[in-house]
């Protein structure tokens, strides 16, 4: 029962069940687990088998029967098609899965989720369901279920319970037939505090000290998927006090955010990056979030912006912090520009946490010894039980190496120094993302094969030179 439910309920509860009950009081977030828990289980274990479709359903009547936001809790439409996408949505989001894939082949139809990075295979279909499949997530999207050719991207809303899901839609044609990518956004997860980030210490130190500066360019860099946008959210839910005009464009929208105003890329009509970058510096704001500076525009109007007394939020995909500085250099943006303008540029990755149900100690091997030392006997490995449905992993945990630019980082960027003389200048004060990943494995957070899955080993000896570790 959810805390603060009305205990008359249990008394009709009792009635229809014909027998005592034993009741346990959930607290609303793990009430809600549950509930989703318990429904996602039938998702694609279910009776909704390939078998039961009907291809002669006709899915472009559905088109004005889906609400703004469809419940997947709600049974009473029970065609076999509308059940069985709703339990693959709903077994993805029990599952935590990021990204879910429909992927149609000539002899059958597969179905897999990312889970904490990972790809899984969680269904194989038959073929000839993947038209009804791929239009009926066309039509909940509002798509052209008609135009196969091209690709299409739209958005869907579900719930589940009181939990609200925002799944970006994908498609694109393939030789098989249309692929569908459906993005699964937890609108919980989007707005993360920075104490839930994992951060150490000294990197949220510099992140929320940056953040307090009434101008110049803070940095987010790492790989697709790696958690910059939700650092980014986490640093706008800090100055999202109302004291400040905050406004963002990006591409696309993931997250609402009440009190900040949000633009949405559409390169078709003209909307980039840096035409709503230009446009929303004339709507008076104090902070400036950019999805991404993917070209030289983009970066210009930021620094720009930086310089007129704006706090500018963005995104860069390089590899390590140093990187950004010379990825924007490599722009054509002027070095003393730079110098001027950057106040942190932030790294991260993503890595699978260990299951702390199931680890095991690893015992020492040439690969842990060589890389970890005398301390290769604290590492763990993973086992598999059911709380990890036998994966061995929980969740993930970020990696972060924060380059805060000073007074000697200013003159080297300034005078056009290499990515070395700035690397050994900006870790000889903070930790590169080679000692995060080291203290990881060495905590029992994760194992040595995740971090180097993630990252790439430059240097062979056993503690890497700052800078030159992680990739």
């Keep these: ?62 088109a004005g029967d889906i609400p703004a936001a469809a419940d997947l809790l709600d049974t009473s439409d029970d065609a ?29 139809l597969r179905v897999r989720l990312r889970v904490d990075g990972v790809m899984h295979e969680a269904a194989r279909l038959p073929v000839r369901i993947a038209p009804l499949l791929v239009s009926r997530v ?53 707005t993360l505090g920075l104490d839930r980030l994992g951060m150490p210490p000294a990197v949220r130190e510099a992140f ?40 963002t464009v990006e591409d696309p929208v993931e997250y609402a955010v009440d009190g900040v105003g949000q633009t949405q890329v559409n390169a078709r009509v003209g909307m980039t990056f840096a035409a709503g970058l230009r446009a929303i510096l004339r709507q008076d704001p104090d902070v400036v979030m950019v999805g991404e500076i993917r070209d030289a525009e983009t970066a210009q109007i930021a620094v720009q912006a930086a310089l007129t007394g704006h706090l500018v939020l963005s995104t860069v995909h390089t590899n390590d912090a ?14 003393f520009l730079l110098a ?28 842990s010894e060589r890389l970890l030392g005398d301390a290769a006997a604290a590492a763990f490995q993973a086992a598999g039980c059911g709380q990890c449905q036998h994966s061995g992993h929980a969740g993930r945990i970020g990696l972060y190496e924060a380059v805060r630019v000073d007074g000697e980082l200013r003159r080297l960027i300034g005078t056009n120094a290499d990515e070395d003389a700035l690397a050994t200048a900006a870790f000889a004060r903070a930790e590169p993302l080679s000692v995060a990943a080291r203290a990881a494995v060495l905590r029992g ?5 995740e971090v180097l899955r993630v990252t790439r080993q430059e240097s062979t000896d056993a503690t890497p030179e700052p800078g030159h570790a992680v990739v």
Excluded: W
């Design 1 to 62: 029962m959810r805390e603060g439910a009305n205990p008359a309920a249990l008394l009709e509860v009792r009635r229809a069940a014909g027998r005592p009950l034993q009741v346990e009081s959930l607290a609303h977030g793990e009430f809600d687990r549950r509930l989703s828990e318990l429904y996602a289980d039938a998702g694609l274990a279910g009776d909704v088998t390939a078998g039961a479709l009907d291809a002669s359903v006709d899915l472009g009547e559905l």
């Design 80 to 108: 076999p098609v509308i059940r069985l996408i709703n339990g693959i949505i709903a077994e993805g989001a029990r599952r935590g899965a990021s990204d879910i894939h429909i992927e149609p082949f000539e002899s059958s």
């Design 138 to 190: 066309k039509v909940m999207a509002r798509l052209d279920i008609a135009e196969r050719r091209v690709p299409q991207d739209g958005r869907i809303t579900v719930a589940m319970g009181t939990r609200s899901l925002d799944v970006r839609v994908s498609t694109l044609p393939a030789r098989g037939g249309e692929r569908v990518v459906l993005r699964l956004l937890d609108k919980d997860q989007g």
């Design 208 to 247: 929320t000290g940056s953040l307090s500066l009434p101008n110049g360019i803070v940095l987010v860099t790492g790989p697709t998927g790696s958690g910059k946008t939700t650092t980014l959210y986490a640093g706008l839910g800090l100055l999202n006090d109302g004291s400040r005009n905050i406004l």
């Design 322 to 335: 140093v990187g950004a500085i010379t990825r924007l250099r490599d722009m054509g943006i002027e070095p």
């Design 340 to 367: 001027s303008t950057v106040r942190l540029v932030l790294a991260q990755r993503l890595v699978r946490r260990l299951c702390p149900h199931c680890r095991v100690p690893r015992a020492p091997d040439a690969l």
């Design 445 to 449: 957070d994760t194992t040595l094969e």
